[in-house]
Each structure stands twice: as structure tokens, then as C-alpha cells.
């Protein structure tokens, strides 16, 4: 399995922007589809978006298309989420995952400790 690391969340202001960095570790890291899931206090956890292994497909949550935007360094093993126009509602602990991806979803098969991203209004 390989073992993930993020970082990059915080506090910001409705409208700002935060960047999320995920270091990977372990098996081989180019192999796998990288994704982005959140989950909100008393809600389960969502889908966010996904960067294919060679960085060529990205796929998004309506809720944050336009906003989000996914890349990956494969040299350097990680993966990173910059988010853009935030808003309250994309306040959440935010997970990095790697996985594949296939008939239109995305499955994870390990998992980062998350992130708290909190949007002020």
C-alpha cells in the first residue's frame, strides 16, 4: 500500500483560496489515480475530484467544477488540490486518496489522515 500525507489546510475567507498538498510514500505512486474526498460535521464523505496516473484525465464533483483543479508531480510523489472561489459550504476535513478509477467512479484504496479546510463568510 502506499502511505499519505496531507497538508495545506486552514482557515480561510469566503472567496479566497487554499492549496492542499498530498505527500505519497511506499508502492509505487505513478500507478495510481489520486482522488480527493471531504467530509462535512454530520454528513458522509463525498467525492471531490480525481487526476488519472499520468496526470492526462481529471475528473471533478459538480459542486466544486470551475473552482477545483487537481495535479500531480510524479517525480516528486505528490498530488495537490487548489481550490479557488471557496465557499462556507466547502468547509470539511479533506482526504487524499489513491486508487483507480473505472466505469465512472472512482475507488479508493488507501487513504491520507485529512486535512480541516474551514471557509468563513
Known amino acids: 500500500q502506499v502511505q499519505l500525507v496531507e497538508s495545506g489546510g486552514g482557515l480561510v475567507q469566503a472567496g479566497g483560496s487554499l492549496r492542499l498538498s498530498c505527500a505519497a510514500s511506499g508502492r509505487t505512486f505513478s500507478g495510481y489515480a489520486m482522488g480527493w474526498f471531504r467530509q462535512a460535521p454530520g454528513k458522509e464523505r463525498e467525492f471531490v475530484g480525481y487526476i488519472s496516473w499520468n496526470g492526462r484525465t481529471t475528473y471533478y464533483a459538480d459542486s466544486v467544477k470551475g473552482r477545483f483543479t487537481c495535479s500531480r508531480d510524479n517525480a516528486k510523489n505528490t498530488v495537490s488540490l487548489q481550490m479557488n472561489d471557496l465557499k462556507p459550504e466547502d468547509t470539511a476535513v479533506y482526504y487524499c486518496?489513491?486508487?483507480?478509477?473505472?466505469?465512472?467512479?472512482?475507488?479508493?484504496?488507501?487513504w491520507g489522515q485529512g486535512t480541516q479546510v474551514t471557509v468563513s463568510s
Open positions: 486518496a489513491a486508487g483507480g478509477f473505472w466505469s465512472g467512479s472512482y475507488y479508493p484504496s488507501s
